[in-house]
């Protein structure tokens, strides 16, 4: 039987054509496809099997590692001597963050309360809860500016009841009940007789706040209706915007509520987040791409805007009164207490700031924040945010607890939040995010060189049997003649 290699080779031709035809369409029918994929997986649906549990329960251990600075020098303090710090830790608490209260609602929005609690991981500590550590007495340091012009008779009047019960312009306790809270009569008395003035109405601590607490009642969008707004706030406790400071632009509730952002990032892309804590939004820049066990990232960073003060970055006047520039003023929603937050060692802040204090040594690689994000959709892979707190401290006349202590901005803990995706989750994360797309990827280019070489073979094939034919009909006519 003979085969027409000529027809085989048309066949195969068309074969090839119809196999690069296929890897064209991937190739441009593949990102969406893709995309399609990402949008699915990245709305706010309880019906999502990889981001809605990683949204509503936070599937990765979270640490919170807390830094003393432990005064050296308290009596040369109150005479108007340099503070003199040591930093103590890390104190390392293991964060659990669970969502509450999920509601739908009709606007494609999604409302919750996010409670957060906090266990003490001493192998993971430099030193336990137990051990004592001394820093400024916020109960009589910060009342004091917080009094400074109020009547004179006042201030007495207040000096005296800090002698009643004992206390002083340092505290020297351990650190368990510096962060978590400690018994005092003041706290008592000023509850008691001037409710409404302290945060707290048991114990007093720096974190007493914080455990067993949650950031309020959020209200985001679940991306259903619009992609680019999945995560972003629509409000947060009814509000649409904040009151506490002093333009319309510093008031904005901006970007999601800091846990993940928007699909399809570049690096143009900022990353905008409203923080309860910080009693603003605050928002992150592009730093560089990089890549984290295959995964690749963007690496956004804090801006040395974003605790600028006004005179150095106008848009941030809203936040003032101002003093230098790298800290921000937060009294206006911490009960009128002169408490300013920064970076660790004040990191990226006038460095007159440091020249008050000793013992202070900021770098990018221990006191910069920063958040590692997928860019395709928008979930933070690896996560630190580091921020300090400190009081302002002066000698306020006729509260004689403040002795004669010089104007300083002075550190008195700063603390990381982190956590990184690990195990399981970056496996699934790593097949359904990077893998599946990448063979898709591959298998168009595959299709193409696939086709393109049959088409290759099959012409040489149908030129070599056409070439056969005509040696063979030319050798016929040679016979008959």
Known sequence: MHIDKSKVAIIFMVLGSLTVLFGIIVVFAGPLIIDDQIIKNTVIDPNNEIAY???????VPFYMSVYFFNVLNPKEVLLGEKPMVEERGPYVYRKRCQKDNITFHPNFTVSYREYRQYYFEPSMSVGNESDVVTIPNMLVLGAAVMMEKLPFAVRMMMSATFKTFKEGPFLTKPVGELMWGYDSGLVDFLNKYLPGMLPTKGKFGLFSEFNNSNTGLFNI????DDISKVHKVDSWNGLKKLTNWGTPQCNMMNGTAGQMWPPFMTPKTTLPFYSPDACRSMELV???PGVMQGIPLYRYVAPKTLFANGSDYAPNEGFCPCRQSGI????????????FISHPHFYNADPVLRDFVGGLSPNEDEHGLFIDIHPMTGVPLNVSIRLQLNLFMKRVSAITETGKIADV???????EESGYIDGPILDTFHTNLVVLPAVMEYTQYIFISLG???IIVALLVHRRSK????ELVNEKHTQKN
């Open 452 to 454: 393109l070489l049959t």
């Open 467 to 470: 070439v056969s034919g005509k």
């Open 286 to 288: 592009y730093q560089r």
């Open 221 to 224: 969008h679940t991306g259903k």
């Open 409 to 415: 901005v002075m550190p008195m803990i700063w603390f």
């Open 53 to 59: 549990p990683m949204w509503k329960d936070i599937p």
């Open 328 to 339: 921000l003023n937060v009294s206006s929603c911490r009960h009128n207490s002169p408490v």
